[in-house]
């Protein structure tokens, strides 16, 4: 049994070897691999391990000023059996939808009054910031309208009122606050999906960053502008602008505006990279950003 299993092996051995002979270029060995289903990593290690990272989506800014008129036409055109789905995708100039960066999709949703966006279940994890309105809500429930019950928004678990960020940001020292939406007992939202606010005050700028999270951000109120890489992004009141994986960016107030401080939104992917062991912060040691 053993002569035989020998015999076998060298024989498929001086077959392979014979389908080589021959070959004297790479593009004839490339033809030669692909047949027993391998290929080269050699042509495609750079592809496979960049240096950097590598996003193909780029800084853009989505102008609510321009975007309005047809969200609020959508509220005429498009009935209420589709208002959940009444939504403009934010679609980043480098990739079709729903990409608002690599990683991350931000779309304005309209609901009109006395509407109901029927109740839904999704993997995805979604965060929304109200815009606009008054005297929405949303709750978990099977049905598919919850039942329209008073509820405190200062316990709810997945309700953060605009009041309460923006105390606490106009209550934190410096020209620049940044505060995270966190679970009571001090974790973030989600392991997907990080929010956050800023507060810029007047004639002053942010610190910089690079990272290799994503963020959308939302102007809630203020004018400014940000360096994003190569890209200056000039912005104002109800604006949306994304800032793709490894692009450095700082955030500017608008010096000729009234003296008043500007607050941002953000929502970002840095806890599914922290899951992931993926994220860094351009000057910090990898290892303190690793946890056990």
């Known amino acids: 049994m053993t002569t035989e299993t020998e015999t076998i092996t060298n024989s498929m051995t001086s077959q392979n070897l014979e389908s080589v002979n ?19 990593l050699w042509k495609q290690m ?8 590598n996003p193909s989506c780029v800084p ?18 498009v009935s209420e059996s589709q208002a959940e789905r009444r939504v403009l ?9 729903p990409y608002t960066t690599d990683t991350l999709y931000a779309g304005l949703q309209l609901v009109m009054p006395n509407e109901v966006a029927r109740a839904h279940r999704h993997t995805a994890f979604a965060m929304r910031f109200i815009i606009e309105g008054h005297g929405g809500f949303t709750a978990h ?19 953060f009122p605009w009041a309460k960020m923006k105390q606490a940001l106009d209550e934190t020292p410096g020209n620049w606050a940044s505060k995270d939406y966190l679970k009571s007992d001090g974790r973030q939202v989600s392991k997907v999906l990080g929010g ?26 203020g004018r400014g502008y940000s360096i ?29 505006g009234k003296g008043e ?15 992931l062991g993926f994220y860094r912060l351009d000057g910090v040691d990898v290892e303190t950003l690793v946890s056990d």
């Open 46 to 53: 750079a592809k496979l391990n960049p240096p950097l990272p």
């Open 89 to 97: 995708m934010l679609v980043n100039p480098a990739r079709d939808a």
């Open 141 to 159: 429930y099977q049905q598919l309208r919850y039942p329209a019950d008073d509820v405190d928004s200062n316990t709810s678990p997945i309700v």
């Open 261 to 275: 401080p500007v607050y941002l939104y953000r929502f970002h992917d840095k806890p599914m990279l922290n899951a």
């Open 22 to 40: 021959g070959i004297d270029s790479l593009d004839d060995l490339n033809v030669s691999m692909e047949k027993l289903q391998a290929k080269p």
């Open 196 to 221: 956050s606010v800023e507060r810029l005050d007047a004639g002053t700028s942010s610190p910089g960053f690079r990272e290799t999270a994503s963020s959308v951000y939302h102007v809630v109120s």
């Open 60 to 77: 853009h800014i989505w102008r609510y000023d321009l975007i309005r008129p047809s969200l609020l036409k959508a509220g005429e055109l």
């Open 228 to 256: 994003i890489g190569e890209n200056r992004i000039t912005w104002g009141p109800g604006d949306t602008f994304c800032i793709p994986s490894w692009q450095r960016y700082q955030h500017f107030t608008d010096l000729e």
